[in-house]
């Protein structure tokens, strides 16, 4: 997946100065690599279909189509505040990710971790029934009771 991205980006990048349109400023030197920020700001805007990931991982076709925007004006030599600020116009301002709501990295280990113990626990506990099974349960013993005689010789004894 960031092979295709980075194959995106660099698509992008080389479409805005194969047509012509890279404006670089007045000295000539930019103050940080093309790529780096156009990945920062892939990041920084979440994509409009669902409000749920940023268009640098998302895989619809709007947020294709916004990280190509976003490199064809990074190309052109647009601030970030000027590339946030269209999609924001374009969205509202709910289209920027908010870093305090980004999960931290150790998030979606939580649930495999979960997943794990339990099945550790289940699988000692099934292990320990089994080795330290109850024997059989032992008649209970209760008072003698004398043996009571058969049908059959209660007919022979009335025969007599």
Excluded at 61 to 69: P, S, V
Excluded at 114 to 124: P, Q, R, V
Aim: hydrophobic fraction near 45%.
């Amino acid at each position: 997946m960031s092979h295709t991205r980075s194959s995106l980006t660099a698509f992008g990048i080389a479409l805005a100065i194969a047509a012509g349109d890279l404006v670089l400023p007045a000295n000539g030197q930019t103050s940080e690599d093309p790529t780096t920020r156009i990945m920062r700001l892939e990041k920084a805007v979440l994509a409009p279909c669902c409000y749920t990931e940023a268009v640098a991982t998302h895989q619809s076709e709007i947020a294709l189509k916004m990280r190509i925007e976003i490199a064809r004006w990074v190309a052109e030599g647009r601030t970030d505040d000027e590339i946030l600020g269209t999609y924001v116009a374009r969205y509202g301002s709910k289209v920027l990710v908010d870093p305090r709501t980004t999960p931290a990295w150790w998030t979606p280990w939580i649930p495999w971790m979960a997943l794990i113990l339990a099945s550790g626990f289940g699988l000692w506990r099934v292990r320990h029934w089994q080795t330290h099974a109850l024997p059989a349960p032992m008649p209970a013993s209760g008072p003698e009771l004398p043996a009571l005689p058969d049908f059959d010789e209660e007919d022979e004894w009335r025969k007599q």
